[in-house]
C-alpha cells in the first residue's frame, strides 16, 4: 500500500521540513521523504510546478490528492487530523498563532548568518552575520523565551494540559539554538526553567526520542537553519 | 455600543496592521484602532501583557474576549467570519497557504532596508541594505510575482472566482512594492499582465475605493515596511 503521506524537503538538512517530520512522528503516522529517495531531488522539483495549488518553495506535503506548502499551515493540518491540536475553534487558533511566533523566530535564527540574503554564501556576508548575530543572541532570544516562558507557566505544554503541534515546533526550536548557540540558549534558560524542563518533557515522549535516535533524524550541520558557527554566539 | 473589534497596532504606519484594516473595511466591519487614539499606544502595551493568550507583538485583535495576534491568524479567523475564505476545509487551507508566502515576501521586503535588525537606523546599515536589495529586486520580486501570477492565471482572484483575504494582502503587498521599488515592479509587472490587473480590480472595489481615500489610509512612508529609498531600487 502507498504510504498516506509524502514529504518533501530538502534531503541532507533538518531544516523547515523538520517541524513537519516531529509532527508526522508523534502521529505515528508512515511517511514518505521523498528527496531523500533516489532520484527524489528530481521528483521534487517537478512536484513543485504541479497541480492546482503549487507551493512556492519546500517544504510541501502530498496527502489525498492534495499538495499544502508552508510549514505552519502543513502542521495545521497535521495537527487536527491527528490529535495534534485542540478541538475547540479557539484553542486550534491560539495554537497556530503560537506556531506563527514559533515561525518568526526560525526565521531570525536562519538570518543570524544570512543578513544579505541566501544568494551569497555565509563565508562572503561574515562580518554582517556577526552583526546581526549580536542582536539575535542579546536581544531577540532572550525576548522570544521570555514569551514563550510566560505563555507555558505551569502548564505541561503550551497551550494546555494537551500536547500540540506548537510544542513540537518549540522544541525543535531549542535544540536548534543549543546547537547554534549554545551559550545564549543557556544564558536564557536559566532564567525559565520551566522551558528547559519542557524540553526534557518533549524529548523523552517514546515517539520522540525514537525518533531521535533513529536514522530518519539527520544532525544538524553547516547547511541548515541552526549552523554553529561559534564567532556568532556571543 | 462597543465597536465589535478592536485593533492594536502601531499608529503612524501601515505595516503589518494594514493587512487586517483591508480586510475589515472589505468586510464592511467597524472597528477602533486603539493605538491611533488619545491613550492609545499605553492601552497597547498595556493589553500586550493582559489574558490567557497574549500576542508576541502587533497588530493583534480584540473580538468577543479573545485576543488574536499574528497578522495570518487574523485574517483567517476574519475570512471564516465575513466570507473572505472559501468554505471548504481544502480552500480554507489553500487561502492561508497564499497568505503565508506572502508574509514571507512582506518579510523579505522588510529586511531591504534592515539587514542587520531593527535595533539599528538604516542610516547605519546603508550599504548591506544596498547589498540585499539588489537581491530582492533582481532575483526575489521576480520570483515571488512569477508564483502569484501563476496561481491567479484567468481567474479574478488568487483562489478562484470568490475574493479573499490573501487577495487583500497581495493587492497591498504590490501597492507597498510601487511605493518602495516603483522600477523594481514595473518591470515584473510587464511580465505579469494579470497582476497589473488585478491590482485594478482590487484597487476599485466600492469598499477598498473608498478606504484608499479615507482618512483612515494611512499615507506610506519610511517608517514602515515598505520604504522610499530610491537607492535600493536598481
Same mark, same amino acid.
Given at each position: 500500500?502507498?504510504?498516506?503521506? *509524502?514529504? &518533501?524537503?530538502?534531503?541532507? +538538512?533538518?531544516?523547515?521540513?523538520? !517541524?513537519?517530520?516531529?509532527?508526522? *512522528? ?14 527524489? $531531488?528530481?521528483? #521534487? ?10 507551493? &512556492?518553495?519546500?517544504? !510541501? ?6 499538495? +499544502? ?6 502542521? #495545521?493540518? %497535521? ?19 503560537l506556531? %506563527?511566533t514559533i515561525?518568526?523566530l ?21 562580518? *554582517? ?5 549580536? *542582536? &539575535?543572541?542579546?536581544?531577540?532570544i532572550p525576548k522570544f523565551l521570555h514569551y514563550f516562558g510566560h505563555v507555558l507557566g505551569e502548564q505541561a505544554f503550551l ?8 510544542d513540537?515546533?518549540l522544541f525543535?526550536v531549542l535544540?536548534?539554538l ?7 540558549l543557556?544564558r536564557a534558560l536559566a532564567e525559565h526553567p520551566n522551558l528547559a524542563a519542557f524540553r526534557?518533557r $518533549? ?16 544532525? !544538524?550541520?553547516?547547511?541548515?537553519? &541552526?549552523?554553529?558557527?561559534?564567532? %556568532?554566539?556571543?
Amino acid at each position: 500500500m502507498a504510504q498516506s503521506y *509524502e514529504l &518533501f524537503y530538502w534531503p541532507g +538538512i533538518q531544516g523547515r521540513g523538520e !517541524f513537519v517530520r516531529l509532527a508526522l *512522528e508523534e502521529a505515528g503516522e508512515d511517511y514518505a521523504d521523498v528527496a531523500r529517495g533516489p532520484g527524489g $531531488i528530481d521528483a #521534487m522539483m517537478a512536484a513543485l510546478k504541479e497541480g492546482r495549488t503549487p507551493a &512556492f518553495a519546500p517544504p !510541501f506535503l502530498r496527502a489525498d490528492g492534495m499538495t +499544502i506548502g508552508q510549514t505552519a499551515a502543513i502542521l #495545521m493540518f %497535521l495537527g487536527e487530523r491527528h490529535g495534534l491540536a485542540p478541538q475547540d475553534p479557539a484553542g486550534r487558533l491560539w495554537t497556530h498563532q503560537l506556531q %506563527l511566533t514559533i515561525a518568526d523566530l526560525v526565521g531570525e535564527a536562519h538570518d543570524t548568518h544570512h543578513p544579505l540574503g541566501a544568494s551569497l554564501y555565509y563565508e562572503d556576508q561574515q562580518d *554582517e552575520a556577526r552583526r546581526r548575530a549580536a *542582536e &539575535f543572541t542579546a536581544a531577540r532570544i532572550p525576548k522570544f523565551l521570555h514569551y514563550f516562558g510566560h505563555v507555558l507557566g505551569e502548564q505541561a505544554f503550551l497551550a494546555g494540559p494537551e500536547l500540540t503541534y506548537a510544542d513540537l515546533s518549540l522544541f525543535q526550536v531549542l535544540e536548534g539554538l543549543a546547537y547554534a548557540f549554545p551559550k545564549a540558549l543557556a544564558r536564557a534558560l536559566a532564567e525559565h526553567p520551566n522551558l528547559a524542563a519542557f524540553r526534557q518533557r $518533549i524529548a523523552t515522549r517514546p515517539r520522540i526520542a525514537a525518533y531521535l535516535t533513529s536514522p530518519r533524524r539527520l544532525p !544538524f550541520n553547516e547547511q541548515g537553519i &541552526f549552523r554553529r558557527y561559534p564567532e %556568532l554566539d556571543a
